[in-house]
């Protein structure tokens, strides 16, 4: 993987399988560049959310040409730091989209999601679409 790596999240990937333009560009430009990058939690919720057989096949074709990372003992030890710092802060975050975050801290990542409460994690660098 190249430097300026970028973690694309399950929400993002599914406006690029839905066929929203920005996103399609964007995802197939960062293909090519080599600088996308999932982990096992991102690729669990795709999955999950298969509908067809059609699906599963674009779905694998996409994710065999990704860079995977895993989540380690001590990236999942720092998500529930995370998540305690957040919580006594008032912020309930889901645990996956913390661990999402970590990985991505942790590697010098940055997260390329449209879910905005990511924007709630101190340190995390947002991916955003160049205008």
Known sequence: MTRGGVVADTSVLIAFFRGKAEYVKEIAGLLEAKRLVVT??????????MKNLKEEQR???LLSAISSIELTTDLWIKAGKISLSLRRNGIDLPLTDIAIAALAMEHSLSLF???KHFERIPGLKLYKVPD
Do not use: M, N, P, R
């Open 59 to 61: 779905i694998s074709d």
């Open 40 to 49: 096992g939690i991102i690729l669990a919720e795709l999955l999950q959310g």
């Open 113 to 115: 999601t449209l879910d």
